[in-house]
């Protein structure tokens, strides 16, 4: 089994689908910058994801952030514009050569400008249908409730690509 980092949104979505255990079926280890723990326990995080964060499983590992400074030249540069949790994902996944989960379009295209492998919701979503750990179009129906914001053509085309449907 693989070892993966993610960002806030993934973990908070999955908190609120009622599916966050797909992440420990599916990878060996999850690990969660200090920064994104910090979001998820913010008091303006939705009060499920604040007491699972209180409590988190034992595949979850939280990581202190790495400084951005001491990694190669003009990696800060692309990362600047990104919250703290963004940047220390990328930063963690950069490090210690790991895919990251994350879904901003903005941070995605950091982590690719930096070298950094990234997988969102979504692709998770779709492993965990192939894995027969859940049902991808009702769940990503259920997601948009939580204010996802992937088009439906979007959300179709990652069914197709990594479901094959």
């Known amino acids: 089994m693989a070892v993966i980092i993610s960002d806030t949104g ?3 979505y999955l908190v609120l689908l009622g599916r966050i255990e797909i992440l420990g079926a599916m990878f060996e280890r999850v690990i969660l ?6 979001e998820l326990l913010h008091s303006k995080a939705p009060f499920e994801v604040q007491e699972w964060a209180k409590q988190p499983p034992g595949w979850l590992e939280v ?4 400084d951005v400074l001491s990694l190669p030249s003009g990696f800060a540069q692309k990362v600047e514009d990104l ?3 963004e940047t220390e994902a990328i930063a963690l996944g950069y ?3 790991l895919a990251v989960i994350m879904d901003d379009q903005e941070a995605r295209l950091a ?3 930096c070298g950094v492998s990234i997988v969102g919701t979504l692709g998770i979503l779709a492993e965990a249908h192939n894995r027969s750990l859940l049902d991808y179009r009702e769940v990503t129906r259920e997601l948009r409730s939580y204010g996802f914001h992937g088009s439906q053509q979007v959300i ?8 094959g449907a």
Request: glycine fraction near 14%; aromatic fraction near 4%.
């Open 10 to 12: 993934p973990v908070n």
């Open 33 to 38: 910058p200090e920064a994104v723990r910090a």
């Open 63 to 66: 990581r202190k952030g790495v």
């Open 83 to 85: 919250g703290s949790g």
């Open 95 to 97: 490090e210690l050569g």
């Open 111 to 113: 982590a690719e400008s």
């Open 156 to 163: 179709d085309l990652v069914f197709r690509t990594i479901c």
